[in-house]
Nanobody, 127 residues
Framework: QVQLVESGGGLVQPGGSLRLSCAASGFTLNYAIAWFRQAPGKEREGVAFISSSDGSTYYEDSVKGRFTISRDNAKNTVYLQMNSLKPEDTAVYYC?????????????????????WGQGTQVTVSS
């Protein structure tokens, strides 16, 4: 059974850090992977992407310099290290895998391009 499971969310004060994990089962997580987030009343948005080919990473402008996406093939897990968190980072965070057809980089933030999604993990940044 193909499954993605996120973990690591929680409540953190502004300026704090969290590391989210996305563990795969049923397939090897060596595909293009993205982290998306969705805040209440807002559309889902992509924030970080790691390519399948050379591991290149891309970030949405609001998280550049604060978030880092990485992959551990031995653990079949992708991570999102989030530093200097702000209240506006509060959202449910999802990981997504592009498995069935190679994704064009220009479409890396398009949620419909991804084939498998995790259930999400809540991140709340508040004092």
């Amino acid at each position: 059974q193909v499954q993605l499971v996120e973990s690591g969310g929680g409540l953190v004060q502004p300026g704090g850090s969290l590391r989210l994990s996305c563990a795969a089962s049923g397939f090897t997580l060596n595909y293009a992977i993205a982290w998306f987030r969705q805040a209440p009343g807002k559309e889902r948005e992509g924030v970080a992407f790691i390519s399948s080919s050379d591991g290149s990473t891309y970030y949405e402008d609001s998280v550049k310099g604060r978030f880092t996406i990485s992959r551990d093939n031995a653990k079949n897990t992708v991570y999102l290290q989030m530093n200097s968190l702000k209240p506006e980072d509060t959202a449910v965070y999802y990981c997504a895998a592009d498995v069935w057809s190679p994704i064009l980089l220009v479409r890396r933030w398009v949620s419909s391009e991804y084939d498998y999604w995790g259930q999400g993990t809540q991140v709340t940044v508040s004092s």
